[in-house]
Protein backbone atom coordinates (compact mmCIF):
# COMPACT_ATOMS: atom_id res chain seq x y z
CA UNK A 1 0.00 0.00 0.00
CA UNK A 2 2.82 2.33 -0.32
CA UNK A 3 3.89 4.92 2.37
CA UNK A 4 0.58 5.26 3.37
CA UNK A 5 -1.74 3.55 5.97
CA UNK A 6 -4.34 6.43 6.00
CA UNK A 7 -7.50 4.33 3.98
CA UNK A 8 -7.56 5.82 0.28
CA UNK A 9 -11.05 7.58 0.77
CA UNK A 10 -9.34 9.68 3.42
CA UNK A 11 -6.78 10.57 0.84
CA UNK A 12 -8.79 12.77 -0.97
CA UNK A 13 -10.70 15.05 1.65
CA UNK A 14 -8.54 18.12 2.10
CA UNK A 15 -10.34 20.36 -0.78
CA UNK A 16 -9.73 24.08 -0.90
CA UNK A 17 -9.55 27.30 -3.11
CA UNK A 18 -7.20 28.16 -1.26
CA UNK A 19 -2.94 27.59 -2.22
CA UNK A 20 -2.16 28.82 1.56
CA UNK A 21 -4.32 25.79 2.65
CA UNK A 22 -2.08 23.20 1.71
CA UNK A 23 1.84 22.91 2.80
CA UNK A 24 4.16 23.02 -0.20
CA UNK A 25 4.49 19.75 -1.50
CA UNK A 26 8.43 18.00 -0.26
CA UNK A 27 8.22 15.58 -2.52
CA UNK A 28 7.51 12.79 0.67
CA UNK A 29 3.89 13.17 0.21
CA UNK A 30 1.98 10.23 -1.54
CA UNK A 31 0.31 12.62 -3.91
CA UNK A 32 3.90 13.93 -4.79
CA UNK A 33 6.35 11.26 -4.34
CA UNK A 34 6.72 10.26 -8.05
CA UNK A 35 6.79 13.91 -9.64
CA UNK A 36 9.86 15.24 -10.02
CA UNK A 37 8.94 18.90 -8.09
CA UNK A 38 11.55 20.90 -9.10
CA UNK A 39 10.55 20.97 -13.12
CA UNK A 40 7.47 21.85 -12.39
CA UNK A 41 8.97 25.40 -12.46
CA UNK A 42 7.72 27.01 -9.34
CA UNK A 43 3.78 26.06 -9.55
CA UNK A 44 3.77 23.96 -6.48
CA UNK A 45 5.75 26.64 -4.32
CA UNK A 46 4.10 29.73 -5.46
CA UNK A 47 7.16 31.09 -6.70
CA UNK A 48 6.50 30.75 -10.37
CA UNK A 49 5.51 34.31 -12.16
CA UNK A 50 2.31 34.31 -13.27
CA UNK A 51 3.77 36.37 -16.65
CA UNK A 52 3.28 33.45 -19.32
CA UNK A 53 0.14 33.36 -22.02
CA UNK A 54 -1.67 30.18 -23.12
CA UNK A 55 -4.11 31.30 -26.07
CA UNK A 56 -7.87 29.51 -25.83
CA UNK A 57 -9.74 29.71 -28.66
CA UNK A 58 -13.26 28.05 -29.39
CA UNK A 59 -14.36 26.52 -32.42
CA UNK A 60 -18.13 25.45 -31.30
CA UNK A 61 -20.91 23.76 -32.73
CA UNK A 62 -23.94 25.65 -33.43
CA UNK A 63 -25.71 24.83 -30.60
CA UNK A 64 -23.06 25.38 -27.87
CA UNK A 65 -22.64 28.49 -26.06
CA UNK A 66 -19.56 29.92 -25.55
CA UNK A 67 -18.84 32.71 -23.07
CA UNK A 68 -15.80 34.01 -21.57
CA UNK A 69 -16.31 35.32 -17.45
CA UNK A 70 -14.10 36.32 -14.99
CA UNK A 71 -13.30 34.77 -11.65
CA UNK A 72 -16.96 35.88 -9.75
CA UNK A 73 -19.30 33.83 -12.09
CA UNK A 74 -21.28 31.56 -10.16
CA UNK A 75 -20.55 28.51 -12.64
CA UNK A 76 -17.11 28.11 -12.12
CA UNK A 77 -15.55 26.54 -8.72
CA UNK A 78 -19.25 24.92 -8.69
CA UNK A 79 -18.69 21.30 -9.59
CA UNK A 80 -15.60 20.81 -7.94
CA UNK A 81 -12.96 22.11 -5.19
CA UNK A 82 -9.20 22.12 -5.36
CA UNK A 83 -7.59 19.09 -3.89
CA UNK A 84 -4.07 19.73 -4.03
CA UNK A 85 -1.57 23.16 -4.14
CA UNK A 86 -0.97 23.08 -7.56
CA UNK A 87 -5.00 23.12 -8.40
CA UNK A 88 -5.62 25.96 -5.62
CA UNK A 89 -2.09 27.86 -7.47
CA UNK A 90 -4.52 27.46 -10.38
CA UNK A 91 -7.72 28.60 -9.23
CA UNK A 92 -6.24 31.06 -6.99
CA UNK A 93 -4.26 33.08 -10.43
CA UNK A 94 -6.52 32.82 -13.55
CA UNK A 95 -8.50 35.52 -14.92
CA UNK A 96 -11.04 34.69 -17.09
CA UNK A 97 -12.61 31.77 -17.55
CA UNK A 98 -13.94 29.25 -20.53
CA UNK A 99 -17.90 28.38 -20.13
CA UNK A 100 -19.02 26.34 -22.72
CA UNK A 101 -22.72 25.07 -22.29
CA UNK A 102 -25.08 23.01 -24.26
CA UNK A 103 -28.46 23.56 -23.29
CA UNK A 104 -31.19 21.41 -22.02
CA UNK A 105 -31.90 18.39 -24.40
CA UNK A 106 -29.55 19.72 -27.43
CA UNK A 107 -27.45 17.68 -29.51
CA UNK A 108 -24.10 19.86 -30.52
CA UNK A 109 -24.22 18.39 -34.34
CA UNK A 110 -20.12 18.53 -34.62
CA UNK A 111 -17.37 18.32 -32.28
CA UNK A 112 -16.53 21.47 -30.16
CA UNK A 113 -12.87 22.10 -30.10
CA UNK A 114 -11.05 23.83 -27.50
CA UNK A 115 -7.01 24.81 -28.49
CA UNK A 116 -4.81 25.97 -25.95
CA UNK A 117 -1.73 27.47 -27.29
CA UNK A 118 1.20 28.19 -25.37
CA UNK A 119 2.94 31.21 -26.52
CA UNK A 120 6.53 31.18 -24.28
CA UNK A 121 9.56 31.03 -27.02
CA UNK A 122 11.57 29.26 -24.47
CA UNK A 123 11.00 28.54 -20.76
CA UNK A 124 11.33 31.43 -18.22
CA UNK A 125 8.41 33.46 -19.50
CA UNK A 126 6.40 32.20 -16.32
CA UNK A 127 3.46 30.21 -16.03
CA UNK A 128 0.08 30.54 -17.47
CA UNK A 129 -3.19 29.56 -15.26
CA UNK A 130 -6.86 28.97 -16.70
CA UNK A 131 -10.06 27.67 -15.91
CA UNK A 132 -12.51 25.89 -18.68
CA UNK A 133 -16.28 25.28 -17.49
CA UNK A 134 -18.38 22.57 -19.66
CA UNK A 135 -21.73 22.57 -18.68
CA UNK A 136 -24.60 20.10 -20.01
CA UNK A 137 -27.74 20.97 -18.91
CA UNK A 138 -30.49 17.68 -18.88
CA UNK A 139 -30.42 15.72 -22.26
CA UNK A 140 -28.11 17.25 -23.83
CA UNK A 141 -24.93 15.75 -25.55
CA UNK A 142 -21.68 17.07 -26.71
CA UNK A 143 -18.12 15.59 -28.57
CA UNK A 144 -15.26 18.16 -27.22
CA UNK A 145 -11.65 18.16 -28.15
CA UNK A 146 -9.14 19.71 -26.19
CA UNK A 147 -5.92 20.55 -27.75
CA UNK A 148 -2.89 21.46 -25.92
CA UNK A 149 -0.19 22.98 -28.12
CA UNK A 150 2.94 25.33 -27.67
CA UNK A 151 5.17 25.85 -25.41
CA UNK A 152 3.91 26.83 -21.70
CA UNK A 153 4.09 26.56 -17.71
CA UNK A 154 0.17 25.55 -17.73
CA UNK A 155 -1.99 25.06 -14.55
CA UNK A 156 -5.91 24.81 -15.10
CA UNK A 157 -8.59 23.35 -14.23
CA UNK A 158 -11.62 21.85 -16.22
CA UNK A 159 -14.89 20.98 -14.95
CA UNK A 160 -17.35 18.96 -16.44
CA UNK A 161 -20.83 18.91 -15.40
CA UNK A 162 -22.79 16.20 -17.03
CA UNK A 163 -26.76 16.62 -16.67
CA UNK A 164 -29.03 14.55 -15.85
CA UNK A 165 -29.24 12.02 -18.70
CA UNK A 166 -26.72 13.86 -20.66
CA UNK A 167 -23.68 12.52 -22.44
CA UNK A 168 -20.65 13.91 -23.02
CA UNK A 169 -17.53 12.69 -25.00
CA UNK A 170 -14.03 14.20 -24.54
CA UNK A 171 -11.08 13.76 -26.14
CA UNK A 172 -7.37 15.48 -24.32
CA UNK A 173 -4.78 15.73 -26.60
CA UNK A 174 -1.39 17.01 -24.74
CA UNK A 175 1.00 17.46 -27.51
CA UNK A 176 2.67 20.14 -25.77
CA UNK A 177 6.32 21.32 -27.36
CA UNK A 178 9.23 19.35 -25.67
CA UNK A 179 9.58 22.20 -22.88
CA UNK A 180 6.24 22.33 -21.47
CA UNK A 181 5.11 21.79 -17.98
CA UNK A 182 1.33 20.72 -17.74
CA UNK A 183 -0.52 20.33 -14.22
CA UNK A 184 -3.80 19.81 -14.92
CA UNK A 185 -7.27 18.47 -13.38
CA UNK A 186 -9.99 17.57 -15.21
CA UNK A 187 -13.04 17.02 -13.07
CA UNK A 188 -16.70 15.13 -14.01
CA UNK A 189 -19.53 15.47 -12.01
CA UNK A 190 -21.82 13.05 -13.16
CA UNK A 191 -25.57 13.67 -12.92
CA UNK A 192 -28.50 10.93 -12.35
CA UNK A 193 -28.18 8.35 -15.58
CA UNK A 194 -25.55 10.58 -17.37
CA UNK A 195 -22.81 9.31 -19.36
CA UNK A 196 -19.80 10.20 -19.69
CA UNK A 197 -16.60 9.16 -22.38
CA UNK A 198 -12.81 11.00 -21.64
CA UNK A 199 -10.06 9.68 -24.44
CA UNK A 200 -6.62 11.34 -22.84
CA UNK A 201 -3.81 11.26 -25.11
CA UNK A 202 -0.06 12.78 -23.97
CA UNK A 203 2.57 13.01 -26.28
CA UNK A 204 4.30 16.25 -25.50
CA UNK A 205 5.87 17.78 -22.86
CA UNK A 206 8.70 17.66 -20.60
CA UNK A 207 6.40 17.18 -17.20
CA UNK A 208 2.39 16.56 -17.65
CA UNK A 209 0.65 15.89 -14.50
CA UNK A 210 -3.12 15.45 -15.41
CA UNK A 211 -5.74 14.53 -12.77
CA UNK A 212 -9.20 12.92 -14.15
CA UNK A 213 -11.64 12.55 -11.48
CA UNK A 214 -15.48 11.50 -11.29
CA UNK A 215 -17.61 11.94 -9.10
CA UNK A 216 -22.00 11.13 -9.29
CA UNK A 217 -24.70 12.87 -8.05
CA UNK A 218 -27.49 10.67 -8.52
CA UNK A 219 -27.82 7.23 -9.64
CA UNK A 220 -26.79 5.46 -13.31
CA UNK A 221 -23.77 7.46 -13.91
CA UNK A 222 -21.57 5.77 -16.04
CA UNK A 223 -17.88 6.67 -16.85
CA UNK A 224 -15.55 5.40 -19.64
CA UNK A 225 -11.96 6.95 -18.45
CA UNK A 226 -9.36 5.87 -21.38
CA UNK A 227 -6.10 7.01 -21.82
CA UNK A 228 -2.71 6.60 -24.01
CA UNK A 229 0.99 7.79 -23.74
CA UNK A 230 3.58 7.83 -25.15
CA UNK A 231 6.82 9.11 -23.46
CA UNK A 232 10.07 9.55 -24.85
CA UNK A 233 13.59 10.35 -23.00
CA UNK A 234 13.47 12.43 -20.43
CA UNK A 235 9.86 13.06 -20.56
CA UNK A 236 7.65 12.91 -17.20
CA UNK A 237 4.31 11.86 -17.89
CA UNK A 238 1.86 11.04 -15.01
CA UNK A 239 -2.00 10.15 -15.02
CA UNK A 240 -3.44 10.40 -11.67
CA UNK A 241 -7.28 9.12 -11.66
CA UNK A 242 -9.60 9.28 -8.43
CA UNK A 243 -13.32 8.05 -9.52
CA UNK A 244 -14.92 8.19 -6.54
CA UNK A 245 -18.55 6.09 -6.20
CA UNK A 246 -20.98 7.97 -3.24
CA UNK A 247 -23.93 6.84 -5.00
CA UNK A 248 -25.56 3.76 -5.58
CA UNK A 249 -25.83 1.33 -9.24
CA UNK A 250 -23.19 3.88 -10.84
CA UNK A 251 -20.64 2.55 -13.27
CA UNK A 252 -16.77 2.98 -14.19
CA UNK A 253 -14.20 1.50 -16.43
CA UNK A 254 -10.46 3.52 -16.90
CA UNK A 255 -8.13 1.66 -18.91
CA UNK A 256 -4.51 3.53 -19.88
CA UNK A 257 -1.79 2.56 -21.88
CA UNK A 258 1.63 3.48 -22.31
CA UNK A 259 4.71 3.22 -24.11
CA UNK A 260 8.03 4.57 -22.82
CA UNK A 261 11.26 4.82 -25.05
CA UNK A 262 14.58 6.51 -24.41
CA UNK A 263 16.79 6.96 -20.95
CA UNK A 264 15.01 8.60 -18.14
CA UNK A 265 11.10 8.23 -19.65
CA UNK A 266 9.10 7.89 -16.55
CA UNK A 267 5.53 7.29 -17.11
CA UNK A 268 3.42 7.26 -13.97
CA UNK A 269 0.28 6.06 -13.46
CA UNK A 270 -2.23 5.93 -10.24
CA UNK A 271 -5.77 4.92 -10.11
CA UNK A 272 -7.43 5.45 -7.07
CA UNK A 273 -11.06 4.01 -7.28
CA UNK A 274 -13.01 4.17 -3.75
CA UNK A 275 -16.85 2.80 -3.49
CA UNK A 276 -18.22 4.38 -0.51
CA UNK A 277 -20.91 2.56 1.92
CA UNK A 278 -23.52 4.54 0.13
CA UNK A 279 -22.58 3.45 -3.46
CA UNK A 280 -24.37 -0.19 -3.61
CA UNK A 281 -24.56 -1.84 -6.80
CA UNK A 282 -21.39 0.12 -8.53
CA UNK A 283 -19.59 -1.49 -11.01
CA UNK A 284 -15.95 -0.45 -11.89
CA UNK A 285 -12.75 -2.15 -13.34
CA UNK A 286 -9.30 -0.10 -13.69
CA UNK A 287 -6.94 -1.19 -16.17
CA UNK A 288 -3.20 -0.11 -16.85
CA UNK A 289 -0.39 -1.44 -19.22
CA UNK A 290 3.09 -0.22 -20.22
CA UNK A 291 5.02 -1.25 -22.33
CA UNK A 292 8.98 -0.25 -22.00
CA UNK A 293 10.47 -0.37 -25.39
CA UNK A 294 14.40 0.66 -23.93
CA UNK A 295 16.46 0.00 -21.41
CA UNK A 296 16.58 3.21 -18.65
CA UNK A 297 12.72 3.72 -19.23
CA UNK A 298 10.52 3.35 -15.92
CA UNK A 299 6.99 2.79 -15.20
CA UNK A 300 5.14 3.64 -11.81
CA UNK A 301 1.80 2.14 -11.91
CA UNK A 302 -0.24 2.13 -9.16
CA UNK A 303 -3.92 0.64 -8.89
CA UNK A 304 -5.97 1.22 -5.96
CA UNK A 305 -9.32 0.23 -4.90
CA UNK A 306 -11.53 0.99 -1.29
CA UNK A 307 -14.06 -1.15 -1.40
CA UNK A 308 -16.59 -0.13 1.96
CA UNK A 309 -19.75 -1.94 0.74
CA UNK A 310 -20.58 -5.47 0.91
CA UNK A 311 -22.88 -4.67 -2.29
CA UNK A 312 -20.66 -4.59 -5.39
CA UNK A 313 -21.87 -5.11 -8.78
CA UNK A 314 -18.21 -5.95 -9.91
CA UNK A 315 -14.87 -4.32 -8.68
CA UNK A 316 -11.24 -5.11 -9.97
CA UNK A 317 -7.90 -3.99 -11.18
CA UNK A 318 -4.95 -4.41 -13.26
CA UNK A 319 -2.06 -3.46 -13.79
CA UNK A 320 0.98 -5.01 -15.77
CA UNK A 321 4.09 -3.43 -17.30
CA UNK A 322 6.17 -5.14 -19.56
CA UNK A 323 8.97 -5.48 -22.30
CA UNK A 324 8.31 -6.08 -26.03
CA UNK A 325 7.66 -9.86 -26.07
CA UNK A 326 9.96 -11.98 -27.74
CA UNK A 327 7.99 -14.40 -28.39
CA UNK A 328 5.50 -12.12 -30.24
CA UNK A 329 8.45 -10.58 -32.36
CA UNK A 330 9.77 -14.24 -33.10
CA UNK A 331 6.64 -14.90 -34.87
CA UNK A 332 6.11 -12.45 -36.63
CA UNK A 333 9.98 -12.39 -37.86
CA UNK A 334 9.05 -15.84 -38.53
CA UNK A 335 6.73 -15.12 -41.29
CA UNK A 336 9.66 -13.16 -43.07
CA UNK A 337 8.41 -9.66 -41.20
CA UNK A 338 11.40 -7.57 -40.94
CA UNK A 339 12.33 -6.66 -37.32
CA UNK A 340 11.55 -3.24 -37.16
CA UNK A 341 8.37 -3.59 -38.98
CA UNK A 342 7.55 -6.65 -36.21
CA UNK A 343 8.12 -4.19 -33.94
CA UNK A 344 6.01 -1.66 -35.49
CA UNK A 345 2.74 -4.13 -35.83
CA UNK A 346 3.34 -5.54 -32.18
CA UNK A 347 3.42 -2.10 -30.54
CA UNK A 348 0.35 -1.01 -32.65
CA UNK A 349 -1.40 -3.85 -31.69
CA UNK A 350 -0.63 -2.90 -28.29
CA UNK A 351 -2.17 0.68 -28.56
CA UNK A 352 -4.94 -0.48 -31.54
CA UNK A 353 -7.62 -0.96 -29.83
CA UNK A 354 -7.44 2.01 -27.72
CA UNK A 355 -7.16 4.60 -30.59
CA UNK A 356 -11.01 2.53 -31.49
CA UNK A 357 -12.45 4.31 -28.72
CA UNK A 358 -11.54 7.55 -29.89
CA UNK A 359 -14.93 9.02 -31.36
CA UNK A 360 -13.50 12.05 -33.52
CA UNK A 361 -12.05 10.51 -36.80
CA UNK A 362 -10.04 13.80 -37.15
CA UNK A 363 -8.69 13.03 -33.67
CA UNK A 364 -7.91 9.10 -34.47
CA UNK A 365 -6.39 9.98 -37.51
CA UNK A 366 -3.86 12.38 -36.06
CA UNK A 367 -3.19 10.23 -32.72
CA UNK A 368 -2.43 7.03 -35.00
CA UNK A 369 -0.12 9.80 -37.29
CA UNK A 370 1.72 10.77 -34.12
CA UNK A 371 1.97 7.18 -32.53
CA UNK A 372 3.17 6.09 -35.97
CA UNK A 373 5.65 9.00 -35.59
CA UNK A 374 6.60 8.01 -32.12
CA UNK A 375 7.76 4.60 -33.48
CA UNK A 376 10.00 6.30 -36.37
CA UNK A 377 12.31 8.15 -33.60
CA UNK B 1 14.73 -27.75 -56.67
CA UNK B 2 15.80 -27.19 -53.71
CA UNK B 3 18.02 -28.81 -50.59
CA UNK B 4 18.30 -28.11 -46.52
CA UNK B 5 20.96 -29.71 -45.24
CA UNK B 6 21.62 -29.89 -41.70
CA UNK B 7 25.22 -30.78 -41.19
CA UNK B 8 26.56 -32.15 -37.10
CA UNK B 9 24.27 -29.49 -35.56
CA UNK B 10 24.87 -28.73 -31.74
CA UNK B 11 22.39 -26.76 -30.20
CA UNK B 12 21.94 -25.81 -26.45
CA UNK B 13 19.70 -24.23 -24.04
CA UNK B 14 21.90 -22.10 -21.42
CA UNK B 15 24.57 -24.07 -20.49
CA UNK B 16 22.77 -27.69 -21.21
CA UNK B 17 23.41 -29.40 -24.44
CA UNK B 18 20.08 -30.40 -26.43
CA UNK B 19 21.28 -31.28 -29.89
CA UNK B 20 24.38 -33.21 -30.27
CA UNK B 21 25.32 -33.67 -33.76
CA UNK B 22 21.85 -34.31 -36.27
CA UNK B 23 22.86 -34.95 -40.04
CA UNK B 24 19.68 -34.43 -42.23
CA UNK B 25 18.89 -33.73 -45.74
CA UNK B 26 15.54 -32.84 -46.93
CA UNK B 27 15.40 -32.39 -50.60
CA UNK B 28 12.33 -30.94 -52.47
CA UNK B 29 9.49 -33.63 -53.15
CA UNK B 30 11.26 -35.65 -50.54
CA UNK B 31 8.39 -35.92 -46.95
CA UNK B 32 10.92 -36.66 -43.94
CA UNK B 33 8.82 -37.60 -40.70
CA UNK B 34 10.95 -37.20 -37.36
CA UNK B 35 9.68 -38.79 -34.70
CA UNK B 36 10.73 -39.22 -30.72
CA UNK B 37 9.94 -39.71 -27.26
CA UNK B 38 9.00 -36.25 -25.61
CA UNK B 39 12.04 -34.11 -24.53
CA UNK B 40 14.62 -35.67 -27.47
CA UNK B 41 15.07 -32.83 -29.29
CA UNK B 42 12.55 -32.79 -32.01
CA UNK B 43 11.37 -29.05 -31.08
CA UNK B 44 14.57 -27.80 -30.18
CA UNK B 45 16.08 -28.79 -33.67
CA UNK B 46 12.90 -26.85 -35.47
CA UNK B 47 13.23 -23.67 -33.58
CA UNK B 48 16.78 -23.39 -33.31
CA UNK B 49 16.61 -23.66 -37.66
CA UNK B 50 13.99 -21.03 -37.56
CA UNK B 51 16.69 -18.86 -35.10
CA UNK B 52 14.43 -19.16 -32.07
CA UNK B 53 16.76 -16.56 -29.71
CA UNK B 54 16.45 -19.24 -26.63
CA UNK B 55 18.41 -21.55 -28.49
CA UNK B 56 22.65 -21.23 -28.46
CA UNK B 57 24.25 -22.95 -31.91
CA UNK B 58 27.15 -24.52 -30.34
CA UNK B 59 28.58 -26.27 -33.96
CA UNK B 60 27.22 -27.19 -37.30
CA UNK B 61 25.75 -25.65 -40.09
CA UNK B 62 21.92 -25.48 -41.69
CA UNK B 63 22.50 -24.68 -45.57
CA UNK B 64 19.81 -24.15 -47.66
CA UNK B 65 20.93 -24.24 -51.31
CA UNK B 66 23.88 -23.89 -49.97
CA UNK B 67 23.36 -20.66 -48.41
CA UNK B 68 24.21 -21.26 -44.45
CA UNK B 69 21.01 -20.00 -42.42
CA UNK B 70 22.32 -20.03 -39.26
CA UNK B 71 24.39 -16.81 -40.51
CA UNK B 72 20.58 -15.42 -41.35
CA UNK B 73 18.18 -13.43 -38.68
CA UNK B 74 14.86 -14.86 -38.36
CA UNK B 75 13.22 -12.99 -40.74
CA UNK B 76 15.48 -13.40 -43.56
CA UNK B 77 15.26 -16.81 -43.26
CA UNK B 78 11.58 -17.13 -43.79
CA UNK B 79 12.61 -15.31 -46.73
CA UNK B 80 15.02 -17.29 -47.91
CA UNK B 81 12.41 -20.14 -48.17
CA UNK B 82 12.24 -21.81 -44.33
CA UNK B 83 8.91 -22.02 -43.18
CA UNK B 84 8.55 -23.63 -39.29
CA UNK B 85 4.68 -24.14 -38.35
CA UNK B 86 4.55 -23.83 -34.78
CA UNK B 87 3.22 -26.36 -32.13
CA UNK B 88 1.88 -23.52 -30.23
CA UNK B 89 1.78 -20.45 -32.17
CA UNK B 90 1.26 -17.62 -30.07
CA UNK B 91 -1.53 -15.05 -29.43
CA UNK B 92 -0.61 -11.35 -30.73
CA UNK B 93 -2.91 -8.95 -29.35
CA UNK B 94 -4.08 -6.26 -31.49
CA UNK B 95 -2.80 -7.69 -35.11
CA UNK B 96 -5.52 -8.84 -36.90
CA UNK B 97 -5.30 -12.02 -38.73
CA UNK B 98 -5.55 -9.78 -42.45
CA UNK B 99 -3.05 -7.64 -41.43
CA UNK B 100 -0.51 -10.57 -40.05
CA UNK B 101 -0.76 -12.81 -43.50
CA UNK B 102 -0.49 -9.66 -45.81
CA UNK B 103 2.37 -7.85 -44.09
CA UNK B 104 3.88 -11.50 -44.22
CA UNK B 105 3.01 -12.62 -47.75
CA UNK B 106 4.12 -8.86 -48.88
CA UNK B 107 7.76 -9.75 -47.05
CA UNK B 108 8.36 -13.22 -48.53
CA UNK B 109 6.93 -12.48 -51.90
CA UNK B 110 8.87 -8.60 -52.32
CA UNK B 111 6.20 -6.92 -53.02
CA UNK B 112 2.50 -6.21 -51.69
CA UNK B 113 -0.26 -8.24 -53.66
CA UNK B 114 -2.75 -6.16 -55.12
CA UNK B 115 -5.67 -5.93 -52.55
CA UNK B 116 -8.04 -7.54 -54.55
CA UNK B 117 -6.18 -10.69 -56.16
CA UNK B 118 -4.72 -11.40 -52.32
CA UNK B 119 -8.65 -11.21 -50.87
CA UNK B 120 -9.19 -13.64 -53.13
CA UNK B 121 -6.45 -15.85 -52.65
CA UNK B 122 -7.18 -15.40 -48.83
CA UNK B 123 -10.47 -16.24 -49.11
CA UNK B 124 -9.91 -19.52 -51.01
CA UNK B 125 -7.03 -20.59 -48.65
CA UNK B 126 -9.67 -20.10 -45.72
CA UNK B 127 -12.53 -22.17 -47.76
CA UNK B 128 -9.93 -25.17 -48.19
CA UNK B 129 -9.38 -25.26 -44.44
CA UNK B 130 -13.09 -24.65 -43.30
CA UNK B 131 -12.00 -21.28 -41.47
CA UNK B 132 -14.86 -19.00 -41.24
CA UNK B 133 -14.04 -15.90 -43.01
CA UNK B 134 -14.83 -13.65 -40.10
CA UNK B 135 -11.28 -14.92 -38.89
CA UNK B 136 -9.38 -12.41 -40.83
CA UNK B 137 -10.70 -9.47 -38.06
CA UNK B 138 -9.52 -11.55 -35.53
CA UNK B 139 -6.31 -10.60 -33.46
CA UNK B 140 -3.75 -13.15 -34.53
CA UNK B 141 -4.30 -16.52 -32.43
CA UNK B 142 -5.84 -14.87 -29.56
CA UNK B 143 -8.84 -17.02 -28.22
CA UNK B 144 -8.27 -19.91 -31.06
CA UNK B 145 -9.04 -23.07 -30.03
CA UNK B 146 -6.06 -25.83 -30.56
CA UNK B 147 -7.36 -26.79 -33.82
CA UNK B 148 -8.23 -23.39 -35.06
CA UNK B 149 -4.24 -22.22 -34.32
CA UNK B 150 -3.04 -25.21 -36.10
CA UNK B 151 -5.23 -24.83 -39.38
CA UNK B 152 -4.17 -20.95 -39.57
CA UNK B 153 -0.60 -22.00 -39.24
CA UNK B 154 -1.16 -24.54 -42.48
CA UNK B 155 -2.83 -21.28 -44.18
CA UNK B 156 0.31 -19.50 -44.13
CA UNK B 157 2.10 -22.35 -45.44
CA UNK B 158 -0.41 -22.18 -48.24
CA UNK B 159 0.18 -18.43 -48.75
CA UNK B 160 3.81 -18.45 -48.05
CA UNK B 161 4.83 -21.42 -50.25
CA UNK B 162 8.50 -22.03 -48.78
CA UNK B 163 10.83 -24.00 -50.38
CA UNK B 164 11.23 -26.36 -46.90
CA UNK B 165 8.41 -26.30 -44.26
CA UNK B 166 9.16 -27.80 -41.08
CA UNK B 167 6.19 -28.47 -39.26
CA UNK B 168 6.37 -29.10 -35.21
CA UNK B 169 3.86 -31.33 -33.91
CA UNK B 170 1.15 -29.95 -36.52
CA UNK B 171 -1.18 -33.25 -35.76
CA UNK B 172 -1.02 -32.72 -31.53
CA UNK B 173 -3.85 -31.62 -29.78
CA UNK B 174 -5.90 -32.30 -32.94
CA UNK B 175 -9.56 -34.06 -33.47
CA UNK B 176 -9.93 -36.70 -36.06
CA UNK B 177 -12.02 -34.10 -38.37
CA UNK B 178 -9.41 -30.94 -37.88
CA UNK B 179 -6.49 -33.65 -38.56
CA UNK B 180 -7.96 -34.28 -41.75
CA UNK B 181 -8.28 -30.50 -42.57
CA UNK B 182 -4.78 -29.88 -41.00
CA UNK B 183 -3.20 -33.03 -43.39
CA UNK B 184 -5.19 -32.10 -46.63
CA UNK B 185 -3.63 -28.47 -46.65
CA UNK B 186 0.19 -30.05 -46.07
CA UNK B 187 -0.61 -32.44 -48.98
CA UNK B 188 -1.92 -29.72 -51.26
CA UNK B 189 0.91 -28.27 -50.08
CA UNK B 190 3.52 -30.89 -51.07
CA UNK B 191 1.71 -31.01 -54.34
CA UNK B 192 1.91 -27.36 -55.34
CA UNK B 193 5.42 -27.68 -56.70
CA UNK B 194 8.87 -28.14 -55.61
CA UNK B 195 8.61 -28.20 -51.71
CA UNK B 196 10.23 -30.61 -48.92
CA UNK B 197 8.65 -31.32 -45.94
CA UNK B 198 9.81 -31.93 -42.20
CA UNK B 199 7.52 -33.16 -40.12
CA UNK B 200 8.02 -33.53 -36.51
CA UNK B 201 5.50 -35.74 -34.68
CA UNK B 202 5.20 -37.88 -31.84
CA UNK B 203 2.09 -39.93 -32.92
CA UNK B 204 2.06 -42.26 -35.98
CA UNK B 205 -1.54 -40.86 -36.40
CA UNK B 206 -0.80 -38.43 -39.26
CA UNK B 207 1.23 -40.71 -41.25
CA UNK B 208 -1.52 -41.97 -42.31
CA UNK B 209 -2.45 -39.15 -44.01
CA UNK B 210 0.37 -37.35 -44.94
CA UNK B 211 3.10 -40.19 -45.87
CA UNK B 212 6.82 -39.92 -45.70
CA UNK B 213 9.10 -41.58 -47.50
CA UNK B 214 12.39 -41.26 -45.02
CA UNK B 215 11.12 -41.60 -41.33
CA UNK B 216 13.92 -41.06 -38.54
CA UNK B 217 13.79 -41.65 -35.34
CA UNK B 218 15.24 -38.72 -32.54
CA UNK B 219 16.62 -40.04 -29.15
CA UNK B 220 18.83 -37.74 -26.71
CA UNK B 221 19.19 -35.11 -28.93
CA UNK B 222 20.57 -36.89 -32.03
CA UNK B 223 18.77 -39.43 -34.85
CA UNK B 224 19.30 -42.77 -33.77
CA UNK B 225 17.66 -44.61 -36.14
CA UNK B 226 16.90 -44.18 -39.90
CA UNK B 227 14.38 -45.85 -42.65
CA UNK B 228 11.34 -46.09 -45.07
CA UNK B 229 7.68 -45.94 -43.83
CA UNK B 230 7.94 -49.26 -42.01
CA UNK B 231 9.80 -47.44 -39.35
CA UNK B 232 6.90 -45.86 -38.11
CA UNK B 233 4.58 -48.81 -38.10
CA UNK B 234 6.90 -50.54 -35.99
CA UNK B 235 7.22 -47.38 -33.81
CA UNK B 236 3.30 -47.94 -33.83
CA UNK B 237 3.32 -51.62 -32.36
CA UNK B 238 6.37 -51.14 -29.96
CA UNK B 239 6.63 -47.62 -29.04
CA UNK B 240 10.01 -45.44 -28.15
CA UNK B 241 10.41 -47.80 -25.42
CA UNK B 242 14.05 -49.50 -26.75
CA UNK B 243 15.29 -45.77 -27.65
CA UNK B 244 14.36 -44.35 -24.10
CA UNK B 245 16.31 -46.94 -22.22
CA UNK B 246 19.30 -46.88 -25.11
CA UNK B 247 19.75 -43.32 -24.53
CA UNK B 248 19.39 -43.36 -20.49
Given amino acids: MGLETKPLSTLHERASYEPADFEVPTGREEAWRFTPLRRLKGLH ?55 ITVPAQAVASRPTTVTLRGQAEGSGEGAAYGHIVVKLEPLAELVLVLDHQGSAVYADNVEFVVGDGATLRVVSLQDWADDAVHVSHHHAQLGRDATFRSFVVTLGGDLVRLSPSVSYTGPGGDADLNGIYFVDGGQHLEHRLLVDHSVPNCRSNVTYKGALQGDGAHAVWIGDVVIRVEAEGTDTYELNRNLLLTDGARADSVPNLEILTGEVAGAGHASASGRLEDEHIFYLQARGIPFDEARRLVIQGFFGQMLEKIEVEEIRERVARAVEAELEK | MSTLEIRDLQVAVGDKAILKGVNLTVRSGETHAIMGPNGSGKSTLAYAIAGHPKYTITGGQVLLDGEDLLDMPVDERARAGLFLAMQYPVEVPGVSVSNFLRSAVTAVRGEAPKLREFTKELKGGMDNLAIDAAFAQRNLNEGFSGGEKKRHEILQLELLKPKIAVLDETDSGLDVDALRVVSEGINRFRESGDTGVLLITHYTRILRYVKPEFVHVFAAGKIVEEGGPELADRLESEGYERFVKASA
Fill in chain 1, 45 to 99: DGTAAGSGHVVVEVDPAPEVVVETVGRDDPRVGAAYVPRDRVSAQAYASFEKATV
